[in-house]
């Protein structure tokens, strides 16, 4: 009999441990849960404050929080050891996808580092991808053929380009080139034209000699990033329009988003983005 009880313990003991190892973990799971929802609601909590203030400023002339509109990367402290980095960039010092004509397409493609046979392709694709008809556009363009032959199962789009991240799309795009343009494309500067002056990094010299264009300042992108001492992250990029009769706080575009790197200054708007989130 007593090794028959013996073997009972053993079992019951196995099984009380695995359900104390379930508990555990559950537990474990539920505070990362909370402690990601805390990040994810202090990334949303900034983004809404700064979408605020932009569209404040325009609309009742109040005090500008002032952040840098190239996308540069602001670095504020948060109470808990925790960081938050800001990047807000003007919409209307890019490179519109949809609008822009191809010589001159061609002409930004180049100012921003792409060399000139890729530049002509890369323009010639983009118009492709935009416009209504199946005809390649001369030097390089790609229509539904050139799509099948490099192995893409859909494209282009015969329409407007919805997303700039929508580039990836064409055919002679790279890794690198799309590493290089995403920053410097939008689909919401239908009137503008390209400012490499207002650009946090330019390829060239003579694109940094370019003398600043005037923007509307009609749409800005916001990207926020949080993390803790632990290392946990989360993030929110927003599109805001700052039109004469925006909706809301301005804000029409609301997606999750982890922006990359973390270097950043400090800026003396995280003072009163501190003070907007309250304590703790």
Do not use: K
């Not at 099984?15 to 202090?42: F, H, K, N």
């Amino acid at each position: 009999m007593l090794p028959a009880v013996l073997v009972v313990l053993l079992v019951l003991s196995a099984a009380a441990a695995t359900a104390a190892l379930r508990l555990q973990t559950r537990t474990i799971l539920a505070g990362q849960r909370a402690d990601g929802l805390r990040l994810q609601g202090l990334a949303d909590g900034i983004a809404r404050f700064v979408a605020f203030g932009l569209v404040v400023e325009r609309g009742y002339r109040a005090t500008r929080l002032g952040l840098p509109e190239d996308g540069s990367l602001v670095l504020c402290p948060l109470p808990e050891g925790r960081s938050a980095w800001i990047a807000l960039r003007d919409q209307g010092a890019l490179l519109d996808l949809n609008t822009t004509p191809r010589p001159q397409m061609e002409e930004d493609l180049r100012a921003l580092g792409v060399p000139d046979r890729d530049a002509a392709t890369l323009a010639a694709e983009i118009v492709d991808f935009r416009d209504p008809d199946d005809t390649p556009e001369p030097g390089g363009g790609a229509e539904a053929p050139q799509y099948r032959a490099r192995g893409l199962a859909s494209g282009p789009r015969n329409g407007p380009f919805l997303r700039a991240d929508e580039i990836a799309q064409l055919p002679a795009m790279t890794p690198a080139l799309a590493a290089l343009l995403l920053p410097a494309v939008t689909v919401f500067n239908p009137g503008g034209r390209l400012d490499t002056s207002r650009l946090r990094r330019v390829a060239t010299a003579e694109a940094a000699r370019q003398p600043p264009r005037p923007s509307q300042r009609q749409f800005l992108r916001v990207e926020v990033l949080v993390a803790d001492p632990a290392g946990a992250r989360a993030g929110r990029s927003a599109l805001v329009s700052t039109g004469a009769a925006p909706v809301g706080i301005g804000i029409v575009e609301w997606v999750r988003s982890i922006p990359s790197g973390q270097a950043g200054s400090p800026h003396p708007a995280c003072a009163r983005i501190a003070a907007a989130l309250g304590p703790g």
